[in-house]
């Protein structure tokens, strides 16, 4: 298993304003993703951060809004940018171990994120 | 594309009795599969995953699930549901070759009585 750690684990924010949330894994590993979960629904993968390289967006996030570092091997931040209430969600962020065969995603706590 | 159906976003049985939460999928080739399990306020965690092998797949806490290519179906079960079983479950795919993204169903959450 991997052990990853997210900060903060909430946060309140106002419109207008944006948060950076951190993900931390406890050694290296080549990508990591980023999902949203939002209230009372599944999770949506947002991007993958490649180290190195831009990160890859999926359909309907754009950079602007969510910009991604991936400074090193076992670090990445995801900003949600001018903040609306509608993004308040779960933001997590996973990464794959156990081989090309049997690759299996591990998820952080999440951030809960509340915009007013 | 692929995609995930879990039918019943609310389940309810009584402690005691047999759990089973329901996942089909839609895929050109059989995917992997996963059952997730998030507890309140708590991030996800891995119940169990099928890749290749042996269709029935055992994970943590006595679950269990079936992969049925016939079907398309990777139902969960678990002969007793205990108390703190209560929680979301997500059954996710992800195509074959490409073990990286993750797929999610809309989650089915389970509510056990005493």
């Known amino acids: 298993s991997a052990v990853i750690s997210q900060k903060p684990s909430r946060d309140i924010c106002q419109r207008g304003t944006s948060l950076t949330i951190q993900c931390q894994v406890d050694?290296?590993?080549?990508?990591m993703f980023w999902y949203r979960q939002q209230p009372g629904q599944s999770l949506t993968l947002i991007a993958t951060a490649n180290q190195g390289s831009e990160a890859t967006y999926e359909s309907g996030f754009v950079i602007d809004k969510f910009p991604i570092s991936r400074p090193n091997l076992t670090f990445s931040t995801l900003t949600v940018s001018n903040m609306s209430p509608e993004d308040s969600s779960i933001y997590l962020c996973?990464?794959?171990?156990?081989?090309?065969?049997?690759?299996?995603?591990?998820f952080g706590p999440g951030t809960r994120l509340t915009v007013l | 594309a692929q995609s995930v159906t879990q039918l019943g976003s609310h389940v309810s049985v009584s402690e005691g009795a047999l759990v089973l939460l329901r996942c089909n999928y839609s895929s050109s080739v059989p995917p992997y599969l996963f059952w997730y399990v998030q507890y309140p306020n708590q991030g996800l965690q891995l119940l169990l995953k099928?890749?290749?092998?042996?269709?029935l797949v055992k994970g943590i806490n006595g679950f269990e699930a079936e992969f049925k290519k016939s079907e398309t179906s990777f139902h969960l079960t678990k002969p007793s549901a205990h108390m703190s079983d209560a929680a979301e479950y997500f059954c996710a795919v992800s195509p074959r070759g490409n073990t990286d993204k993750l797929i999610f169903g809309t989650g089915t959450r389970l509510q056990v009585f005493p």
């Open positions: 099928y890749t290749t092998g042996a269709t």
């Open positions: 050694s290296q590993v080549t990508m």
């Open positions: 996973s990464v794959p171990r156990g081989g090309l065969a049997t690759d299996t995603q591990y």
